[in-house]
Structure formats: structure tokens, C-alpha cells
């Protein structure tokens, strides 16, 4: 434990040590569906990478890869911007793969659709909010 002499001065007005509370680290075990997120946001952001790099798909697309690498590891450190990011592609990549099964009919997209939708729902609870900071 840590002692910080003056901010009990500051709260209590009298000087001594104030004892700070231990930061929990298992927070992030408590929650494995954001582990899970976070391998499937480092799975899209590999996936984008090699299209581009094969020219299925624009440079301009690289921009993606690197925010999804960013949420992945803000997730990790349950950071609330990161959450709003993964949040944002998640719900993007969701539509994005359902628009892609209703246009080409493809199994691959339908799965990974629904299961960006489960990701997303996820993301939405509320204990999931309240463990971030």
C-alpha cells in the first residue's frame, strides 16, 4: 500500500498518512468478452491489412487497420475511448458484412456479421461500461 502524508491534511485537516486503495487487476478477467473483442479486432486489422496488400482493396483502407489495432489494445487497458472506437467498428464492420451477404450471398459474411452484432451487444451492457475508465 501507498501513503500520500498530504492529501490527509488536505481532507481531513489533519496531517498523517492517508492509506490509497489497492487498483484491482484482475478487473479485465472479470470481463472476457472484451478479451475476446480485442483477438477479433487484431484478426480484422490483419485481414484488412493482407487485402490491401494483395490489391483487393485501396491504400486509403490502411487507415482501419491501424484503429482497429488501437481499440483492440485501449480495450485491453480498459479505456473508455477505446470502447467508443471498438464500439464504432463493430457496429460498422456488423453492417458492412450483413450488406455484404444481402448483395453476394456469401456464408462467411453472415457469420462474421452476426457475430460482430454479438460483439456489439456485448460491448452495450452496462457492467461492461462501468469497469472502464
Do not use: C
Not at 14 to 23: E, L
Not at 83 to 111: I, K
Amino acid at each position: 500500500m501507498t501513503t500520500d502524508i498530504n492529501s490527509n491534511l488536505r481532507t481531513t485537516g489533519f496531517p498523517g498518512p492517508r492509506i490509497k486503495p489497492k487498483v484491482e487487476k484482475a478487473a479485465l478477467l472479470k470481463l472476457p468478452g472484451l478479451i475476446a473483442i480485442s483477438l477479433y479486432m487484431m484478426l480484422l486489422a490483419v485481414f484488412t491489412t493482407v487485402r490491401i496488400v494483395s490489391g483487393h482493396a485501396q491504400l486509403i483502407l490502411l487507415v482501419f487497420p491501424v484503429l482497429f489495432i488501437a481499440g483492440a489494445l485501449g480495450m485491453l487497458l480498459l479505456l473508455r475511448w477505446a470502447w467508443a472506437l471498438t464500439l464504432a467498428a463493430v457496429a460498422l464492420s456488423a453492417g458492412s458484412f450483413l450488406w455484404s451477404f444481402t448483395t453476394q450471398h456469401t456464408a462467411p459474411a453472415l457469420v462474421q456479421g452476426l457475430l460482430s452484432l454479438v460483439f456489439f451487444l456485448y460491448l452495450v451492457r452496462g457492467e461492461v461500461r462501468e469497469k472502464l475508465h
